[in-house]
């Protein structure tokens, strides 16, 4: 969810304002994709290397995603949406904020209609370093590694590789996100940024995978 500050620059505001204008794309971006039958949606909302941004903005943002989930996780239970998060929970989350996410979890946990799941301090390299401690710590033989030993061991082993991978703001990246998952999905990207982003722009992005020709490698 790329695109905020830059939104908010654009318009002579102050970055936070950005990351306040991307509730509503989140929101109408998840009921699109509910509407629309994705099972599965995973958004990037705080990255490993997010810390490095200073101290403010860090600790709107926790307050921001704490915000947001007392807001609005009533409304995703009752349209039976599951609310999770993957990332690493270490001392840098405030307690408070990972008490919310472990309410959160507990109260959507049966839902079945689709699975949001929020990419929180999460960075793809810290997910791939945590299942090799994971998997090295079980004493597992080197010989018995193998993709589906690895891919048990990270954080949603429920979690299907994704189908696409949308990035907004015109940037060309995937700034570490899903590494191990992202190997064979589609990449879209597109200029709008993140507050601007609609439920059109997610059916546009879903249209152009359509498209796509999908090998894995085969012919
Ligand atoms: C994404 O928007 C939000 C987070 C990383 C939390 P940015 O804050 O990165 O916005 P730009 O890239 O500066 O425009
Ligand atoms: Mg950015």
Known sequence: MDGNGRWAQLRGLPRTEGHSAGEEALMDTIWGALDAGVKWLTVYAFSTENWRRP????????????????????????????????????????????RRIEETEALTGANTAMTVSVAFNYG????????????????????????????????????????????????????????????????????????????????????EYQMRERRFGGL
């Open 55 to 98: 101290v403010d903005e860090v600790r709107y943002l926790m307050n921001f995603n704490e915000r947001i989930l007392l807001n609005r996780r009533d409304e995703m239970n009752e349209r039976n949406v599951k609310l999770q998060f993957i990332g690493r929970r270490d001392w840098r989350v405030p307690r408070r904020l990972i």
């Open 124 to 207: 793809g390299r810290a997910e791939i370093i945590d299942a090799v401690r994971a998997i090295v710590a079980s004493g597992v033989k080197a010989e018995k590694i193998d993709e589906k030993l690895i891919a048990k061991h990270l954080y949603d082993p429920s979690m299907p590789e994704p189908e696409l991978m949308v990035r907004t703001s015109g940037e060309y990246r995937t700034s570490n996100f899903l590494m191990w998952e992202l190997a064979y999905s589609e990449l879209v990207f597109t200029d709008v940024l993140w507050p601007d982003f609609r439920r059109e722009n997610l059916y546009d992005a879903i249209h």
